[in-house]
Every structure is written in C-alpha cells, then in structure tokens.
C-alpha cells in the first residue's frame, strides 16, 4: 500500500515509516496539518494515519477538509481516550481511532480491517450492478468504482462511511438495517465502538443529501428497529 503517516513527532514518523515499509508498503510523511493536507491533495493514497494534535491545522480540520474532496481511508491517532473525542473524530470523517501509546501491530491490524471494510461494502453496494458499478434508484445514482453520489444530477461530496451507509441501503431498498447491522458490515464486527456512532454518521448523510433532515425523504427511520432507504 501507499501510506501517508501523519504525526508532528518525527520519531514516531520514523519508526511507523521503519515498520511499515518492512511488510513491502510505501511510506510518506508530513509533520503539520498544512503539509499534509496539500499532500493528500496532490498524491494517491490507499490509507492516511492522521495524528489529532498537529500543528498549523489540527487532525479535525484536516480530515473535515479532506472529505470535501476525497474518501482515502483515514485512521487517526489520538492521545485522548475521552469517547466524546473518539466520536468527534468519527463525526469529521475518519474511518477508525487508535490511542496513544499503541502498539504497532495494533495498528497494522487496524488498518488492515478499514482496507477489508472499505473493499467489502464497494463490492456488497456494487452487487447486481453489471460492469457499470453503478447503483441508479429513485433520484440517486451512486458510482460505486469512483465513489460518488449524485441525485437529481447534483453531485455531494460524502464521506466514505456516509457513501458506504448510502451504497448499502440503496441496494436493498425498503430493507431494515438496524444500528448493529450497519455496525457490523460497514465498520466490520472488528470495529470497538457502539452504535452511536451509526446514528452520528445517518445524522450528517441526511444533512447533507436530504433537502429537510427533519423529515427524510431518502434514509427513513423505522422507530426501534434501525434504518432503510425509500423515496
């Protein structure tokens, strides 16, 4: 993999890039958010670990702003255990957390179930699509190879989790996803968190596609059951 380590403490650079590029991966770095963030602008890369306390812009500011314009995997590494921290995080667009101190092979571990994750739901979203890869119901369309969500012709820019929660309710319409399942297959049965986290991300997709969040017309709500997609 092409990987971007992401940490203001170049020691910690040094010997993730040392660890990771024995296993045969490919190692960029930066050392403060402004850095990186134009480097994830201007390079290809399968995965970022992205530390929160950065300088010049914070590891928040530089994942919400990553996802305007790209859904590369990101994992954040955070000296904070609080799980409101954890969820802000996630909220902003990171695909997993991991605290500091961590080990090393926790972390390879971890990133290796977000690269699962992210394969698994293209190709389960992308089921019965053909070649095209493309899922066209209602007024969506969803590029499931390029990762982008159009509806009525309007492009939105979505996180990969939120594009992923999209892709899979999309496929099975008028399907109930409860909070677990959705938990399960989009963060993997390996992911520590609670279904908070589902309800946060559902929160930010109907900010952002639905035209009054308050009253869906795309990700509906079955009270006590979970989620489904329906026009």
């Not at 992205?50 to 919400?64: A, F, W």
């Not at 089921?127 to 390029?146: C, E, F, H, P, R």
């Not at 892709?167 to 993997?188: D, H, M, Q, Y």
């Not at 908070?196 to 991300?201: A, G, S």
Request: net charge negative; charged share 30%; aromatic share 10%.
């Amino acid at each position: 993999m092409n990987i971007f380590v992401v940490d203001d403490e170049k020691l910690i650079v040094k010997g993730l890039a040392f660890s990771l590029e024995q296993d045969g991966n490919t190692v960029d770095c930066a050392f403060d958010g402004k850095e990186a963030l134009q480097k994830i602008r201007d390079n290809d890369y399968d995965i970022v670990i992205l530390d929160l306390m950065l300088p010049e812009m914070n590891g928040y500011e530089v994942c919400s702003a990553v996802r305007e314009f790209s859904r590369v995997p990101i994992i954040m590494l955070t000296a904070k255990s609080e799980d409101d921290d954890k969820i802000m995080g996630l909220e902003y667009g990171a695909d997993d957390y991991l605290t500091k101190p961590f080990n090393i092979l926790e972390l390879k571990a971890r990133m290796k179930a977000v690269m699962r994750r992210v394969s698994y739901t293209t190709d389960k979203a992308g089921a019965g699509t053909g070649d095209t890869g493309v899922i066209a119901i209602g007024s969506i369309k969803l590029d499931t190879n390029n990762r982008r969500c159009f509806i009525s012709g309007r492009e939105y820019n979505l996180t990969s989790k939120e594009f992923d929660i999209l892709a899979l309710l999309c496929s099975n319409p008028n399907t109930i996803f409860s909070r677990e399942k959705l938990l399960n297959i989009v963060w993997g049965s390996e992911y520590p968190g609670d279904v908070r986290t589902v309800d946060v991300h559902v929160r930010r997709l109907r900010e952002k596609i639905e035209p009054n969040p308050g009253e869906p017309s795309y990700v509906h709500t079955k009270w006590g059951v979970g989620y489904f997609y329906g026009e």
